[in-house]
């Protein structure tokens, strides 16, 4: 499975951006899909991830009701929207996939990654 992520950039304070991760993937319909970011010089943390078949969302503290996931298989891809940007929202943002349902804000049970999108906020 590939990932790519895209949608990245600069934005003020306040602001929105909206990141997609498209899958090479026919089975995407079977795959909880996640997003995590890491910031300089902190580890990988999870953002927030969408189940298959119910599409049962899932938020860290710190983007909820802020971030919104969400995802179209039929064109293999996950959605990050994320409105009133934070200077603290600014890192490198993953997508990732993973099977099961389970323990989905640990990043060592997903077993794709795409290669990151930066997003700067600034103040």
């Known amino acids: 499975v590939q990932l790519q992520a895209s949608g990245g950039g600069l934005v003020q304070a306040g602001g929105s951006l909206k990141l997609s991760c498209a899958a090479s993937?026919?089975?995407?319909?079977?795959?909880?899909m996640g997003w995590f970011r890491q910031a300089q010089g902190k580890e990988r943390e999870f953002v927030a991830a969408?189940?298959?078949?119910?599409?049962?969302?899932y938020y860290a503290d710190s983007v909820k009701g802020r971030f919104a996931i969400s995802r179209d298989d039929a064109k293999s891809t996950v959605y990050l929207q994320m409105n009133t940007l934070k200077p603290e929202d600014t890192a490198v943002y993953f997508c990732?996939?993973?099977?099961?349902?389970?323990?989905?804000?640990?990043?060592?049970?997903?077993?794709?990654w795409g290669q990151g999108t930066q997003v700067t906020v600034s103040s």
């Open positions: 993937d026919r089975n995407f319909g079977t795959h909880v």
């Open positions: 990732g996939a993973r099977s099961g349902n389970s323990n989905l804000q640990y990043s060592r049970y997903y077993q794709y």
């Open positions: 969408i189940s298959h078949s119910r599409y049962t969302t």
